[in-house]
């Protein structure tokens, strides 16, 4: 196995005005499950398409342990992809599918036999050896393309979207299977998706990109605990964090009548006097209309096991402080209930954020301010 290195890598487009990845650094460590997430265009798929060779380095260097595979050709690069469409052949059968790569290669038969159906117990492949692709689900049809892969005993597995042609369950029932097969074949994984609940239940670390740009590669817990900027803080979590405008004034952040404190050392970090204050679903302790801010809730999301509240604040932050109306007009917070909670729409509650809910960020330019 090894590492793999992304040296201020970056590839550009003819064309465009910006390159589709500008710049990255980042370390894969051997062993680990990184998951590159981020809007389409961010970069993602080009990132490992870089890694695997299909897409020139313009800029940087990319390393895979000691090697610079930089130039090489991807047939050199001892990488296994596995693509969004599968790319099984339709001919051959899921063993010889699966088996494909060794007997270009000239792999002795007995030993690829072998190597088969090792891959096809690992993934309960081996009722379905002598079928042909036509004949599969789509669920079965990315386990062989998987098979494919495990058989070469590469050093680094690429993914790119693997899941997107898959139905909304067998999504979840295979992204457990693939997380649970990478982690006992110990093989370093970069794995791309558009999907952030993916991300967070799959990888060891999440590499969060836009533009281009890398935003922040941590832990799920720590993109969703602490978020670098409002990029992140945004897109990590479903639903997504609340994030309001505020003005700062002589007694600090006031929101629709909620006072938030902010430390000398916040104070300084600001760029200007306007910050978003941002608070999770669940970061909020539902009262008695006239406590904390005032909303009406617009949408009840009832899903048993927990509620969605959409709550509207437009007219009281509009009323209550100094926020720009068409951002006040704008804004809608998302409060998590418990499941079966007696809310209707039209009613008005009041809105506590929970101590240690609340992230503050620069509103100029989007970072993080310190805690």
Known sequence: ??????DGASRYYAGSDRPAVDQLDLEV????????????GCGKSTTLRMLAGLE?????????????VTNLPPKDRDIAMVFQNYALYPHMTVADN?????KIKKMPKAERAERVLEAAKL???EPYLERKPAKLSGGQRQRVAMGRAIVRRPQVFCMDEPLSNLDAKLRVQTRTQIASLQ???????????????????MGDRVAVLKDGLLQQCDTPMALFGKPKNLFVAGFIGSPAMNLIPATVGSEGAVIGGQAIELTAEQLSALSGNRLVVGVRPEGWTLRPAGEGITAMIEVV???????FLYCSTSHELAASDETDA??????????RAPGMSSYTRGEKVGLVPEPGAVHLFDADTGERLPD
């Open 123 to 125: 993934l309960d492949l």
């Open 29 to 40: 460590a051997d062993g680990e499950f990184l998951v590159l997430v981020g809007p389409s």
């Open 326 to 335: 068409a951002e006040a007009d704008a804004n809608t917070i998302t409060v």
């Open 56 to 68: 020139g380095v313009d800029e940087g260097a990319v390393r895979i342990g000691e090697r610079d």
């Open 183 to 201: 982690r006992r074949l110990g093989v370093t994984t970069i794995y791309v998706t558009h999907d952030q609940i993916e991300a967070m239940t």
């Open 1 to 6: 196995m090894a590492t793999v290195t992304f």
């Open 98 to 102: 699966i088996g494909f790569h060794l």
């Open 301 to 307: 999301e009832e899903l048993g096991s927990e509620q």
